[in-house]
Each structure stands twice: as structure tokens, then as C-alpha cells.
């Protein structure tokens, strides 16, 4: 066979082994980031569990640390870019009778785009949010009834 053949061969088997690789190593990623998911998951439920038992006769105050613990969990996981925060959504061109600007009643968690904006005020960990870079707005429930 001549060299140039076995060259091509050789190339050939080399990109085969490549691409398994690839398949190989994204197979294993995706394995570790269930792991990593689930690990997560029941980090989650064993805080949500200790908030129920500490405070079982304190609703409101469960319902608070449920809203925290899930904020918490949400920012953990979610890229830079993207935050999750308590407050209101700044509604723009919607005025009060006396021109003050109208905001949103008070929601639990609202994810929106931290990359391109910041928060239009924030004390004490309650955020006053743009409406466009709002993402999605989560009421968030300790029971179903």
C-alpha cells in the first residue's frame, strides 16, 4: 500500500477517533451535570424541609424563606447574566394621578436580564426592575390547596 494511502487511512481513523471523543466527553459532561442537577435538587428540598420544621408555626416566615431559598437556588444555577431578585417591575409611560411612576405589586421573583441592566433602585435586597428586562415573574407557593 503506498505511504500516501496509509496516510489517508491514518487521517481518516484519526478524525473517527475524534468525534468519539467528542460523543465520549459530551456523554460524561452530560452525566456529571445530572449529578450535579440532582445533587442540587435535593440541596434545595432539604433547605426547604429545615425552613418547614424550624418555622412550622411561623407561616409567613416559611413562606419568606421559601421565597429566599428558591432565589437563592435560582441564582446558583443560573448563568451571570441572568439574576433573580424580590420587588416590583417599573411599568414605563404608566403614571398615578399625581404623575409618580406606577410599579407592580410586589413579586416574589422576578428574573430578568442583569447583563444589560441594573436594578432602577434596590435597598435591602428589594429590586425595582425595568419591565424589558424582565424575563419571567414567579409567585411563589408553600402549599396547594
Partial sequence: MPTDQVNELLT???????V???WYNMKKNNIMFQE???HKAREFRERVTSAQQLFSKHKVSIGLIGEAILRDFLNEILPLKVRATQGFIYLPGCFYNNY???LSSQCDIIIYNAKDYAPLYSYSGVDVIQAEAVFAVVEVKTSIS
Fill in 12 to 18: 481518516e481513523k484519526s478524525k473517527i477517533g475524534d
Fill in 100 to 102: 409618580t411612576p406606577r
Fill in 36 to 38: 450535579f442537577y440532582k
Fill in 20 to 22: 468519539f471523543q467528542l
